[in-house]
């Protein structure tokens, strides 16, 4: 499986009728595109632990995670016209963002992605 993981942080000054335009874009591209197995959408949360958050250079709003079953479903979600429309929109609104891919195992097969190098 392959994690699709965005970290986002809109721009301050979006109203709270365009961020949730950016959800709705989410969910409906998360509709249309094949092969997205799961589509997560996250808002980070605070909790207070001394040190901890703290300890965070960068504050991310949002996460989102899109899991794939391998890297041909990943190249053609990136490649599909509706998540290059959804990168455009993602640009124009955010603060800043970062995007990642991840092979991910469940704990037990965790060894399996520890490289030979």
Known sequence: MIAHVI???PKPELTAAERKGILDALSSAASVIPGIQRLRIGRRLRHG??????????????????EVEDMEALKAYLRHPSHLALGRHFSESAAAALAYDYEIVDGGEATGLVDSR
């Open 7 to 9: 970290l986002f942080r």
């Open 49 to 66: 632990v001394p040190g901890y958050e703290q300890a965070m250079r960068e504050d991310y709003e949002y996460l989102l995670m899109i």
